[in-house]
């Protein structure tokens, strides 16, 4: 019998004893064992600060983004491999392209945010804040990796993207994992954890792993670590309330089960589009991954007059649910993950009954196709009603973790709100109707209780991801019930995993540690132009003093014809009595043109190579005919650039291989002659061609 490796302390070791058996969902057959006794938890959480951590916030976000990709790439040389397993867990092709190729996605798509974080081991985030009249003091804040291990207790239902969309976030961030995958399927994770160690491709202690027990682990993390747990709101309650992750204010991130819910607008009629989308959103959501999803629909709410036409509807289209072995390409719904999974999920709506009856489905029999319905662990989708939502607490609280969901009317939106929030709070609902008032009513007076709102209508649904879809962009996580922790979400889920510092100095100084140019801090004038450098040689700093030019009328005239914009403030003859202006004023994009000229290089090729556009651009003031214009032209920022698509395949094939380059920022200062000089403010963005590209 096969006993599961753990990746650790950078060798694969077998624990003790015979450990925990894992059997194929489907068939019933043995398939591993599992064991972490006898491991040494304090010191695979050491090797991990000690080893992984460093090596990890010694790489810049750029180039971590870019291994990230190289994993994502990779791995998709394995599918094949990923597949055989995920069937062995009861998920059928369309279940398991969700898990792998959905887990990929996650890493690919972390990677791409490496585009809008410089190439440095830390960021500073948000906006600089002056402190002081004279422009000597100011503040920042930055971020940096945490010291630590992100430590990841994950639930059984999606071994490969419930272990790839968490690792993604920390390593982007510069922090290691330790995966404890829950042990049933952990299996699965562990092959493709292992192709992730034989790759190379990650830095020697970034991803450990321990298939089985998580022995004594928790009594060892500390304040530079961050654990998140995904699974029961029991176990949850338990692990978060441990006494050494109080002590030591371990950050806890909680995603349990939730009782998402979803609801049909008043508006909808057999005839709309929508009630067609309603039905079959339900039945996706119901049998996908037979149910085991932790933003599964398990609360319908519909209009109570249409209730029993919606309930004909549901029923008939999940009799049209084909059941059974997933390798038979027929199977639309796979098994549960495992017989003690469906000893639970019966047992839970044992616990539903008590306030609602069945009207679809059976707990004690099920059809299925090339399969033992005894041997495999599956259950019939189950459609239950309940026609008193508001005296029945079971309905708001028990979770049945598998292809079970209520049916429960409403009397009008306000009720629909409150019943939508007696599951005390939930990862994600969805409401489908054509109404944006309708719509609008349910989302901002139920958003308090829900982590994501779908508005599912005909325009949407055919490109919709789906209710029960967390996407890598948008948090995932919900308040209350759901765990109140939160996930994912692009740039913000890599914040979990970074220390954010309030940083106070001089503006100058600020610059030399953020490599950002900070407003009032010194520039470097005694430079050649620098759009003369190539992106190396560019120094955060490098600054061009400009000539002035003196802003006439005709200037605004011509202006004014060549764009066409006539607005009264540009023209002479206007009479400024009761405006905010005194005479002709300049035109704001003119003094930006102006700007421009001033800075632009004239004829000469030089390494920049295009303007790309502009951010922040201000007119702090008026500008009139008379005055005196120049700019202060900073070098702000540079950030990597990646070739596009084409010139990657030219450089293959060793064509013509295209200029590499990279983006720099400039900030702009427009100036005037007088005390208070500031005329307008803007970030100007070019590509700059690198000196060997
Ligand atoms: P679970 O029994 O709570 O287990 C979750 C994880 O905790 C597993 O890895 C489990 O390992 C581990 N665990 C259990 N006891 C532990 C302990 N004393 N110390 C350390 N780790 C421990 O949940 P599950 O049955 O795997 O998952 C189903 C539930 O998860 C459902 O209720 C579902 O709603 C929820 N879920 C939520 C989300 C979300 O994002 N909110 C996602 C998926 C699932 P073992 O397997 O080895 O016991």
């Known amino acids: 019998m096969i006993k599961l490796e753990n990746y650790i302390t950078g060798k694969s070791i077998t624990g003790d004893g015979d450990g925990q058996s894992l059997y194929n969902a489907v068939t019933g057959d043995l398939i591993a064992t599992a064991t972490t006794k006898g491991l040494d938890f304090k010191s695979i959480l050491e090797y991990g600060r000690n080893v992984g951590n460093p090596a990890l916030r010694k790489l810049t976000f750029y180039e971590r983004g870019n291994m990230l990709k190289a994993l994502a790439l990779h791995l998709q040389e394995h599918l094949n ?34 585009r809008k974080l410089p190439n440095e081991t830390f960021c500073v985030d948000g906006d600089s804040h002056n402190l002081s009249k004279g422009y000597t003091f100011m503040g920042t804040h930055i971020l940096v990796p945490k010291d630590g291990v992100a430590v990841r207790i994950n639930a059984f239902n999606f071994p490969v993207w419930g272990m790839l969309e968490k690792i993604a976030v920390n390593l982007l961030s510069g922090v290691p994992a330790i995966v404890k995958p829950a042990s049933v399927s952990c299996y699965l994770a562990q092959a493709v954890v292992k192709e992730i160690i034989t790759s190379g491709i990650l830095p020697e202690g970034s991803l450990q792993l321990i298939c089985g027990s998580a022995g004594d682990l928790l009594e060892h993390v500390n304040s530079q670590d961050v654990v998140t747990f995904t699974g029961s709101a029991s176990t949850g309650l338990m692990l978060k309330s441990n006494a050494n992750i109080l002590k030591e204010n371990v950050p806890f991130n909680m995603e349990a089960d939730s009782l998402n819910c979803i609801v049909l607008g008043n508006d909808v009629t057999p005839e709309m589009p929508e009630w067609e989308i309603f039905v079959k959103e339900i039945r996706k959501e119901m049998t996908l991954k037979a149910g085991q999803r932790c933003t599964g629909i398990r609360r319908i709410f519909v209009p109570e007059n249409k209730i029993d036409d919606i309930q004909k509807a549901l029923i008939k289209s999940l009799q049209q649910t084909i059941i059974g072995n997933p390798l038979n390409e027929k199977v639309k719904m796979g098994s549960l993950a495992g017989q003690s999974q469906r000893r639970e999920v019966k047992e839970q709506v044992q616990k539903l009954l008590a306030s609602s009856q069945m009207i679809y489905g059976s707990l004690d029999s099920v059809d299925v196709v090339d399969a033992d319905a005894n041997k495999g662990a599956f259950i019939s989708p189950i459609l239950l009603m309940n026609d008193k939502p508001f005296a029945s607490t079971e309905v708001h609280e028990v979770e049945a973790f598998g292809p079970v969901s209520t049916i429960m009317p409403y009397k009008n939106m306000d009720d629909a709100i409150e019943l939508s929030k007696k599951g005390k709070g939930s990862l994600c609902t969805s409401i489908v109707t054509a109404s944006p008032s309708i719509a609008k009513q349910y989302v901002i007076h139920a958003a308090t209780h829900h982590g994501r709102i779908l508005v599912l209508n005909n325009e949407c649904a055919k490109e919709s991801t789906g209710h029960g879809s967390p996407l890598p962009l948008l948090i ?11 996930e994912m979400g692009g740039l913000r889920g890599i914040k979990h995993y970074l220390q954010r510092t309030a940083l106070q100095g001089s503006p100058t100084m600020l610059t030399a540690i953020t490599n950002v140019y900070q407003p009032h801090a010194k ?41 066409g914009d006539h607005f009264y403030a540009h023209l002479k003859t206007t009479d400024f009595s009761g405006t905010m202006f005194t005479h002709q004023v300049a035109h704001g994009y003119f003094i930006m043109s102006i700007a421009a000229g001033l800075f632009a290089l004239g004829y000469e090729k030089n390494p920049v190579q295009l303007n790309y556009g502009i951010d922040g651009l201000r007119f702090v003031k008026p500008v009139y005919p008379g ?44 100036l005037d002659s007088t005390d208070d000089p500031v005329v307008g403010l803007a970030t100007i963005l070019t590509m700059v061609a690198k000196k060997n590209g």
Request: glycine residues 10%; charged residues 30%; negative net charge.
């Open 523 to 563: 520039g470097n004038t005694k430079t050649i132009h620098p759009f003369k450098k190539y992106f190396e040689d560019l120094n955060i700093g490098d600054q061009l003093i400009s000539d002035k030019r003196i802003i006439t009328s005709e200037d605004i005239d011509k202006f004014a014809d060549l764009s």
């Open 81 to 114: 491999k990923f597949y055989a397993l995920s069937y062995k867990t009861g998920a059928t092709k369309a279940d398991s392209w969700v898990d792998i190729e959905g887990g990929i996605g996650n890493l690919f798509a972390n990677a791409s945010l490496r």
């Open 627 to 670: 005055a005196k214009i120049y700019i202060r032209f900073t070098c702000k920022e540079k950030l990597m650039h990646d070739k596009n698509l084409q010139q990657q395949a030219d450089d293959l094939l060793n064509e013509d291989p295209g200029i590499d380059n990279g983006i720099v920022k400039w900030y702009v200062e427009i």
């Open 476 to 486: 995932h996580g919900g308040p209350g019930r759901a765990g109140g922790g939160e």
